[in-house]
Structures are given as structure tokens and as C-alpha cells.
């Protein structure tokens, strides 16, 4: 076989290979392949959430995690269902043009969604406020957003409001579900962020890189 007939077929092959045809980043996992238990409700790639459309990057209702992340959560939700329920997820990796979109959409003077998502924080505020961050651990594909199906937390997700810190003030039903959360999340290598009761980040190395690559 000669050298250009070669180099065509490997090219061919690199064309066809899923890590360049709309597949998670290099040690990412899809999730439905590691934990196909845990319900995946992938708020930004439709309209309900906080920006009311569908967020750039977000191409298919997907989530995708780093390989130990995935398998950490794998382990959470066997747990959970053993003990009578089930995890679902919000948001898993983020690419980058993503949290560039959250930047545009502050600037932005529509707020037909203040009243569901944030009544009492300035628009332009909540980035100052910790609410959504500019540069997202999300885009390492080691956070994730995660509720119970069915539970009671006191907020719903993405809620911008103190209603929604973890320790905040709420129903008995709603905080013994926070603990419940936390404490599941924390066995299997997950902290949470106390402003916001559903984010979990898996403590996996220092300084992991982010990344932009579409979810498709």
C-alpha cells in the first residue's frame, strides 16, 4: 500500500472517531453509560432555566462527567437507590462558551425571569454574589448539579436566593433532605458549595483543565 493511501485511510479513520465526531473530552465519561440509574433533567439545553433558552454548548440533553467523577456518582446513586431513592441530575460538564453565555445574558436588560429565578438579587449582581461564577468548575467535568426525585428541598434548583444556601432556614422535611444530600455526596468524594444546595464538585486533582467542547 503506499504512503498517500496510508495517510488518506488514517485520515478517514480520525474523521469517524467519536472523541472528534460531538464525543465527551479525552478521560470523559457519558453518564448513561456509567449510571443509567440517575435521571438526567438537563435544564440548559432547553428553555426552562434561568436564561429561558436553550444555552450555547448545549446541543443535546447529555451529561457528561470525567471518568472518576462519573464513577463517584455511580457509586452515590447505588447507594441512594439501596436506600429507597434516586438521584437526578441538573448540569454536568459545562463548556466554556456556556458560562461565556451567562456573562452576555447578565448584560442583558430582559428579566422576564427574575421572578422565578432571582426576585431579590440584581441581574448584574449575581456574579458578584457567587450565584454563577465566570469561570465554572463545571467546565473541568468534575461538578455537577443533583437533587432527589421527588424530594422537598426548601428551593428549587437554581434559585438565586439565601432560601437556597444549604444551611439556610427551611421546613424540617427540607433541611433533614439537605443533610441527607450532603452526607450521601460527601461519602463518595463530593463537597458541596454552601450557597447553592444542589452544586457538588468531586475532589479529584489541583487545578484540572476546562474545556469548550459541545455536548451533542
Known amino acids: 500500500m503506499s504512503v498517500s493511501l496510508v495517510s488518506r485511510c488514517a485520515a478517514l479513520l480520525l474523521i469517524g472517531s467519536p472523541a472528534l465526531a460531538g464525543g465527551p473530552p479525552p478521560g470523559f465519561a457519558r453518564l448513561a453509560d456509567v449510571a443509567p440509574g440517575v435521571v ?11 436564561t429561558g433558552h436553550p444555552v450555547p454548548g448545549y446541543g443535546a440533553a447529555r451529561c457528561w462527567l470525567r471518568a472518576e467523577a462519573a464513577r463517584a456518582l455511580a457509586r452515590a446513586q447505588a447507594e441512594a437507590h439501596r436506600k429507597g431513592f434516586d438521584l437526578v441530575v441538573y448540569d454536568c460538564y459545562r463548556p466554556r462558551r456556556a458560562v461565556a453565555a451567562f456573562v ?3 448584560k442583558n436588560p430582559d428579566e422576564t425571569t427574575k421572578l422565578a429565578y432571582y426576585p431579590k438579587v440584581e441581574k448584574r449582581a449575581l456574579f458578584v454574589e457567587g450565584y454563577i461564577a465566570e469561570q465554572s468548575t463545571h467546565s ?6 443533583i437533587g432527589v426525585r421527588s424530594w422537598d428541598f426548601g428551593a428549587p434548583f437554581d434559585f438565586f436566593d439565601k432560601r437556597s444556601w444549604t444551611g439556610a432556614p427551611a421546613s424540617c422535611l427540607a433541611r433533614a433532605h ?9 461519602r463518595h468524594g463530593f ?4 450557597r ?14 476546562g474545556y469548550d467542547a459541545p455536548i451533542e
Open 40 to 50: 438526567q433533567d438537563m435544564r440548559y439545553a432547553g428553555a426552562d432555566n434561568f
Open 196 to 209: 447553592e444546595w444542589w452544586h457538588f464538585t468531586f475532589k479529584a486533582e489541583k487545578n484540572p483543565p
Open 191 to 194: 463537597e458541596n458549595y454552601p
Open 178 to 186: 439537605r443533610r441527607r444530600l450532603v452526607a450521601l455526596m460527601r
Open 104 to 106: 452576555e445574558w447578565s
Open 140 to 145: 473541568t467535568g468534575l461538578a455537577v448539579d
